[in-house]
């Protein structure tokens, strides 16, 4: 009799773990929103962001086909003919790929401008994204002039990081929380970290030490915002019983906030896979962007020494 038990247990524990790979699966929708730093960001001002400007120039050049001759002379009029290697490490590429896509008569997808313009798209996230288009305008403005830019750059950090901040506040203390809020911020903060490295890559700040800082306290700030989230995401779901002929059927858990539902075993409770749901769909971005952040520390001296080259 004992094995006949032990058997069914063991038959019941393998079903519900077929149920959670089957919920699991159902989540690879590609219908979750994306927090983490935008691509953008990581090709234009990471290690290789000098070698993807080259990239994204030529694939523009290619695209304007017989007006290519026209978009090198707009490009070569704003930024002249010689560029300092200075400003073609960090947000150098950044500001040149989208005066690049500017100057284009007709990119075939969205520019990257738009795209960054996008990530910002929150309300309450339009005072960091004013502050990030300013940086990127002087930085194409005085890109041959690196204490002029130093200067700007300091201006705009300064007002960049209390929008940052406020924008925080408005999440964690006024209840504010939401995907599209939280991405502005993971954004808006990676886009801060590489304004302080640029400023010692011009020689405005001696040292790193500013950058270690503010590395350390976003990261915090990151389990922070992420454990509201959380809590945000969780008031937003709910597990639904579906019931036919009086006999349950099926449960769902349904997220109000994305209007989607997910079919989940008729024995499973809701926390166990509220826990599965929101550590797949949400966890795992925390993760990358836990490792964008440490990458940047890991590799700050190589990122603050970085030089480019690029030929109009």
Known sequence: MGAVVSSLEEHGRKMREKDMEDFLERLNDGMAPDLRVDKRIVMFSGLWSSDNLRKHYEKRKREAGGSAEDLIKTIAGKLGEYIPASALGGLGPLAIAVLIDLASFSPPEESTKDAL????????????????????????????????LATDIRRIECRLSAAITKLKNSMVRDGHMSSLALKAWVNGAAFHIQMLIHLVRLGGTQTCDPVETLLSTYLRDLDTLFIKHREMVEAKCSMNPIVVYQTLAAKILRDEDLNLGYKMSTDGDFDEYFEAYYDH????????????????????????????????
């Open 117 to 148: 313009r996008s990530v910002f798209a929150e309300e309450k996230a339009s005072d960091v994204w004013d502050q990030i288009d300013e940086c990127l305008k002087r930085c194409v403005m005085h890109i041959n002039n690196d204490h002029d």
């Open 281 to 312: 769909r949400y966890n795992r971005q925390k993760t990358d962007i836990k490792r964008y952040f440490c990458d940047v520390r890991d590799n700050l001296q190589t990122l603050v020494d970085q030089r480019g080259y690029f030929n109009v």
